[in-house]
């Protein structure tokens, strides 16, 4: 089965860029999407296919694909972007799968 | 607008069974794949089963297989999952999501409903 790794939490200062990142064995190969979730809240896609992002997303919000690493970066980080981010592809042995989540916190 | 509406969970016997409906709204329903995802209390994102438009495939993730399944009524623009065995380990937030692509199963998913919870017990 594949397996991805993400770190359980991140933090950033207000204001700063933070970087949450995806990894797994030739990650690079696959189309990787990123969603948001808040507590209580319904996970919301914020990057889909490595690099785009749907209508509505901030542009702070983007993300990279190589290698075994994917990574979604945020810029100019708000409080408003503490939440929980999951990264999530598509894998021929195992199907839809999910990172375990990163918890950002803003500073 | 685009929307998915969960509901039917609620509380079950170990080995009871639950039916939990999704239904759509704002999208030509009939076109895409559906999928249900749960969250255990504290814990990730879990993939649980997918349905293509038209209902021809399903899959399942290995925890449910054989125990849950997953169909469609595209009259009513609305998915089911029926949930037998139920195992404690079962107790989560079920959210149905919409495949973004259509005619595909293999993208993001770019709708979610707000989830409704089972539990087992």
């Given at each position: 089965?594949?397996?991805?790794?993400?770190?359980?939490?991140?933090?950033?200062?207000?204001?700063?860029?933070?970087?949450?990142?995806?990894?797994?064995?030739?990650?690079?190969?696959?189309?990787?999407?990123?969603?948001?979730?808040?507590?209580?809240?319904?996970?919301?896609?914020?990057?889909?296919?490595?690099?785009?992002?749907?209508?509505?997303?901030?542009?702070?919000?983007?993300?990279?694909?190589?290698?075994?690493?994917?990574?979604?970066?945020?810029?100019?980080?708000?409080?408003?972007?503490?939440?929980?981010?999951?990264?999530?592809?598509?894998?021929?042995?195992?199907?839809?799968?999910?990172?375990g989540?990163?918890?950002?916190?803003?500073? | 607008q685009?929307?998915?509406?969960?509901?039917?969970?609620?509380?079950?016997?170990?080995?009871?069974?639950?039916?939990?409906s999704?239904?759509?709204?704002?999208?030509?329903?009939?076109?895409?794949?559906?999928?249900?995802?749960r969250?255990?209390?504290?814990?990730?994102?879990?993939?649980?089963t997918?349905?293509?438009?038209?209902?021809?495939?399903?899959?399942?993730?290995?925890?449910?297989?054989?125990?849950?399944?997953?169909?469609?009524?595209?009259?009513?623009?609305?998915?089911?999952?029926?949930?037998?065995?139920?195992?404690?380990?079962?107790?989560?937030?079920?959210?149905?999501?919409?495949?973004?692509?259509?005619?595909?199963?293999?993208?993001?998913?770019?709708?979610?409903g707000?989830?409704?919870?089972?539990?087992?017990?």
């Amino acid at each position: 089965s594949y397996e991805v790794t993400q770190p359980l939490s991140v933090s950033v200062a207000l204001g700063q860029t933070a970087t949450v990142t995806c990894g797994g064995k030739n990650i690079g190969r696959k189309n990787v999407h990123w969603y948001q979730q808040k507590p209580g809240q319904a996970p919301v896609l914020v990057i889909y296919r490595d690099t785009n992002r749907p209508s509505g997303i901030p542009e702070r919000f983007s993300g990279s694909n190589s290698g075994n690493t994917a990574t979604l970066t945020i810029s100019r980080a708000q409080g408003g972007d503490e939440a929980d981010y999951y990264c999530q592809m598509w894998d021929s042995s195992t199907a839809w799968v999910f990172g375990g989540g990163t918890k950002l916190t803003v500073l | 607008q685009v929307q998915l509406v969960e509901s039917g969970g609620g509380v079950a016997q170990p080995g009871g069974s639950l039916r939990l409906s999704c239904a759509a709204s704002g999208f030509t329903f009939s076109s895409y794949g559906m999928h249900w995802v749960r969250q255990a209390p504290g814990k990730g994102l879990e993939w649980v089963t997918f349905i293509h438009y038209d209902g021809s495939k399903k899959y399942y993730a290995d925890s449910v297989k054989g125990r849950f399944t997953i169909s469609r009524d595209n009259s009513k623009n609305t998915i089911y999952l029926q949930m037998n065995s139920l195992r404690p380990e079962d107790t989560a937030v079920y959210y149905c999501a919409k495949n973004q692509r259509e005619y595909s199963g293999y993208d993001a998913f770019d709708i979610w409903g707000q989830g409704t919870m089972v539990t087992v017990s």
